[in-house]
Structure formats: structure tokens, C-alpha cells
Nanobody, 124 residues
Framework: QVQLSESGGGLVQAGGSLTLSCRASGLVFSDYAVGWFRQGPKKEHELLAASDWSGSSTFYSDSVKGRFTIFRHNVASALELQMNSLKPEDTAVYYC?????????????????WGQGTQVTVSS
């Protein structure tokens, strides 16, 4: 059974940093593209960052480009989202997701597996 589990959320002041982690199990991690999403007040899933199976190709949304970095560790079946220069508008529930794909899926509906989410709150 495939499982994704996030950790590392919390409360941080504006301008601060957090690193989210996601541990995967029940899959051959290197066969999967992975992504980090967040769900804000409007309840839509916004793709923030994604990586292909190797980590050599990545995607960042304009809202986080230059502030967030995605890392994947295939041996450990894990990925991280390093978040710097956090803003109050980054407050949301953050999810990791995976899809068995060589390319990077860019929409939430393309991802097959999701973690339970972790809350990030940025105070002003």
C-alpha cells in the first residue's frame, strides 16, 4: 500500500524558514514524479514545486520561485520542501503527492497518491 506522510509544518514569523519533509512507502520511489501542493482558503490545490523521477528536472510556481526549493532523495524514498522568506499568504495546508510518471504532472488531478497534509502558518 502506497503511503505518503508529511512532517515539518508549524508556526513561523514572516521572513522565516521551514523545511517540510515527506516520506514515501509502498512504492519504488524512483519510478515516481513528486510534487508539493498547498490548499488555501479557497480550497483549491496549488502546485508549488515538483520534480521528475531523478530530480534533474523541476518545476516551480511563480508564487514560490526563488523562495522554495524541492529536494528528493530516492535512496531514502523521501522529498523535502525548503521554504525561505515566508509570507503570511503562504499560510495553508501543504501536501506532498506522487505519480508514476517520467514527466512532471502539473495538475492536482494527475497525481495518484497524496499525504495527509501538514499545516504551515506564517504570522505577520
Amino acid at each position: 500500500q502506497v503511503q505518503l506522510s508529511e512532517s515539518g509544518g508549524g508556526l513561523v514569523q514572516a521572513g522565516g524558514s521551514l523545511t517540510l519533509s515527506c516520506r514515501a512507502s509502498g512504492l519504488v520511489f524512483s519510478d515516481y514524479a513528486v510534487g508539493w501542493f498547498r490548499q488555501g482558503p479557497k480550497k483549491e490545490h496549488e502546485l508549488l514545486a515538483a520534480s521528475d523521477w531523478s530530480g534533474s528536472s523541476t518545476f516551480y510556481s511563480d508564487s514560490v520561485k526563488g523562495r522554495f526549493t524541492i529536494f528528493r532523495h530516492n535512496v531514502a524514498s523521501a522529498l523535502e520542501l525548503q521554504m525561505n522568506s515566508l509570507k503570511p499568504e503562504d499560510t495553508a495546508v501543504y501536501y506532498c503527492a506522487a505519480r508514476a510518471s517520467r514527466r512532471i504532472p502539473l495538475t492536482a488531478s494527475e497525481y495518484d497518491w497524496w499525504g495527509q497534509g501538514t499545516q504551515v502558518t506564517v504570522s505577520s
